[in-house]
Nanobody
């Protein structure tokens, strides 16, 4: 499985961005796709996840009600709609795929495949 993340950019606080994660290769093996983020000097943290087949979702408390994860299986693409962005959302965002059935785990260790990251910068 290969993942290609895109959609990052520089925006002002309160703005919106939509990230995309396009999957290719053996996508039939995917159980779930998640977004993680890593800010400078900080640990990588879980943002949101979606099950590949059923569309169930889960979110980190810090983004709940502002971010929405969705998927378009016809395009093998997962999206992260980010609204009401805050400076503390500034980070490199990574998408990751799990083929081991860990069911939307918030642990990065559950995901075998990773995209290259897309940078989001939110200014005051």
């Amino acid at each position: 499985v290969q993942l290609q993340a895109s959609g990052g950019g520089l925006v002002q606080a309160g703005a919106s961005l939509r990230l995309s994660c396009a999957a290719s290769g053996r996508t039939s093996s995917i159980y779930a796709v998640a977004w993680f983020r890593q800010a400078p000097g900080k640990e990588r943290e879980f943002v949101a996840a979606i099950s590949w087949g059923g569309g169930s979702t889960t979110y980190a408390d810090s983004v709940k009600s502002r971010f929405t994860i969705s998927r378009d299986n016809t395009k093998n693409t997962v999206y992260l709609q980010m609204n009401s962005l805050k400076p503390e959302d500034t980070a490199v965002y990574y998408c990751a795929a799990d083929s081991g059935g860990h069911y939307m785990s918030p642990s990065a260790r559950a995901y075998e495949y990773w995209g290259q990251g897309t940078e989001v910068t939110v200014s005051n």
